[in-house]
Nanobody, 115 residues
């Protein structure tokens, strides 16, 4: 059974940093691209960052240069380091993997950035 469990969210002032982590199990982690998404109240879920099986990364323009996605294939975890946070980064953050064309999600972790 695939499980994705996010952690590390919280309340931070603008300009601050947070590090999110997603612990995974139930699949061969090293064989899959991993992604982070976020969803703000009233908005659609949006893609934030991807790290592929080889470690190549891609970022949404809104977070480029501020966020860093990384993975640890020994621990089956994917992290999202978020620096220079802005109030518009406030959202629930989800990690994601697509297995057999099926997107799978964790429960999400809330990130709130205050002015």
């Amino acid at each position: 059974q695939v499980q994705l469990v996010e952690s590390g969210g919280g309340l931070v002032q603008a300009g601050g940093s947070l590090r999110l982590s997603c612990a995974t199990s139930g699949f061969i982690f090293s064989s899959y691209d991993m992604k982070w998404y976020r969803q703000a109240p009233g908005n659609q879920r949006e893609w934030v960052a991807t790290i592929d099986r080889g470690g190549k990364t891609n970022y949404a323009a809104s977070v480029y240069g501020r966020f860093t996605i990384s993975r640890d294939n020994a621990k089956n975890t994917v992290d999202l380091q978020m620096n220079s946070l802005k109030p518009e980064d406030t959202a629930v953050y989800y990690c994601n993997v697509v297995i057999l064309l099926t997107p799978l999600w964790g429960q999400g972790t809330q990130v709130t950035v205050s002015f």
